[in-house]
């Protein structure tokens, strides 16, 4: 088949349809950042998820550590 040509009924390649990766930066999606509970909030919050939904919701050390610091995402 002659490079440029596409079978019958196949989708054109996404990028001869205009499709581009997203504009940066994307907006926030979720996360510790769109937490209002602050840092510790969410730890506590991740925990509650953990004990209830299993374990990969446990919050990462480094978060923690933060979180007992008293520091703040920014």
Do not use: K, N
Request: charged fraction near 20%; hydrophobic fraction near 40%; charge should be positive.
């Amino acid at each position: 088949m002659a490079q440029g040509r596409r079978l019958r009924g196949a989708a054109p390649h996404p990028a001869r349809q205009g499709v581009t990766a997203p504009s940066w930066p994307a907006p926030s999606t979720g996360g510790v950042l769109q937490y209002d509970g602050g840092l510790p909030g969410f730890v506590a919050r991740a925990r509650e998820l953990a004990a209830t939904y299993g374990d990969r919701f446990l919050p990462p050390d480094s978060l923690v550590e933060r979180a007992e610091r008293g520091e703040i995402l920014a």
